[in-house]
């Protein structure tokens, strides 16, 4: 479920997004299949669209989901498993948290890694526009650039620009991550 912030996010983009495509709401409404007087509620910023209504919405205004609900592009950010904002879009059996959006042009890797205590993996810099994203599933870890890496507990999300050298340091016996590396 969105926050009133999130909301208001949300229905920002919403309206810029049908703006730009020169659509008005009855249009959008329409393209989208729901009812003109839910996309208004929507633009207000009052209600929680379901994942369905997302993709409706992405799908007629051809954008991806998560262009309508994150616009932030911070070059490090760290997200703790009980601060990560979700979609809005979720039930009892099923909820979508996202936690990055893949730039225009970007090609992303996707690794798991396991590692264990003793000794610190030291990487290079890679490209200046290169981002890693990690997300630990277990254990725990010390990761992120030189000079400035972060704790993680399983369910943390962190990112941060990979031009510079980094490191990764499991904390715990039988650590595993996500490993995202984006090629811009």
């Known amino acids: ?10 229905a920002r983009m919403l309206t810029a997004r049908r703006i730009q ?3 008005s ?3 959008l409404a329409r393209a989208a299949g729901m009812a003109k007087s839910n996309l208004f509620r929507l633009e207000a910023g009052e209600g929680n669209p379901s994942l369905e209504t997302l993709w409706a919405l992405s799908g007629a205004l051809g954008v991806s989901v998560s262009d309508l609900i994150d616009d932030r592009s911070a070059a490090v950010r760290l997200v703790r498993r009980d601060q990560a904002a979700d979609t809005g879009a979720e039930d009892a059996f099923y909820a979508v948290t996202l936690l990055s959006r893949c730039p225009g042009g970007a ?4 690794y798991r890694v396991a590692f264990q205590p003793g000794s610190v993996k030291v990487s290079d810099p890679h490209g200046a526009a290169t981002v890693e994203h990690i997300v630990l599933l277990s254990g725990r870890a010390r990761v992120g650039p030189t000079g ?3 704790t993680l507990e399983p369910g943390d999300y962190f990112t941060f620009p990979a031009g510079q050298g980094h490191s990764y340091e499991a904390l715990a016996p039988d650590t595993t991550a996500l490993i995202v590396i984006e090629n811009g």
């Open 25 to 27: 709401l009855s249009e």
């Open 107 to 110: 090609i992303r890797d996707l």
């Open 148 to 150: 400035a890496t972060e």
């Open 1 to 10: 479920m969105m926050n009133t912030d999130r909301r208001r996010a949300f």
């Open 21 to 23: 495509k020169g659509l």
